[in-house]
């Protein structure tokens, strides 16, 4: 007679655990915590519960086990990036309009306003008669006429930086010399 096997685990040769009986480890180790992760990250238990079931799914549809050694951080990070990718998705899903919008009156549709904007537009050519050349010219091709700073220093045999600076130059004399005209809008009722 021989003697029964001894049924301590580490005196039984290792076999190879299916996939099935691997995965069900898995779930019964790092469920919990798995879903608690996620639900913390996404903000919603339902939610966390679908990414941790598609995160299963995918770990069992890789195919040869024995590729990944650790399961539970492979879990956890194919976990991480379906909430990622739900959380992306949330971001590009179109809000409603916030209600209240129409408290904000179009500031077109003050006359009071559309005349002090035209007696600034008016002023501009003036302005610009008073800024050196390089920079009224800077200034009328890439703000008016609407040429990239690259096509304006090509038209300018300027540099692109010079062209810049001229434009950033005229912007500023332009808006210290229109002050007094917006000045006179602040005290208007909108």
Not at 104 to 115: E, K, M
Request: aromatic share 6%; net charge negative.
């Amino acid at each position: 007679m021989s003697a029964p096997p001894d049924p301590s685990p580490t005196a039984q040769p290792p076999t190879a655990a299916s996939p099935r009986a691997s995965a069900e480890q898995l779930v019964r180790e790092f469920n919990q915590t798995l879903i608690r992760v996620l639900q913390s990250r996404l903000g919603s238990y339902e939610d966390a519960r679908e990414v941790a079931q598609e995160a299963y799914a995918k770990l069992l549809n890789l195919g040869d086990e024995a590729a990944i050694s650790f399961h539970r951080a492979y879990l956890f990070r194919i976990a991480h990036n379906l909430a990622t990718d739900l959380l992306r998705k949330r971001a590009h899903v179109e809000q409603p309009a916030p209600a209240g919008l129409d408290l904000w009156p179009d500031p077109g549709s003050d006359p009071a306003r559309s005349a002090h904007a035209l007696q600034a537009v008016e002023r501009l050519p003036a302005l610009l008669a008073e800024l050196p050349a390089n920079c009224a010219e800077s200034f009328r091709l890439v703000r008016v006429r609407q040429l990239s700073f690259a096509e304006a220093a090509e038209v300018l045999g300027l540099s692109e930086r010079m062209v810049r600076i001229h434009v950033a130059r005229a912007l500023a004399y332009c808006q210290e010399r229109l002050d007094g005209i917006t000045d006179a809008w602040e005290g208007e009722p909108r």
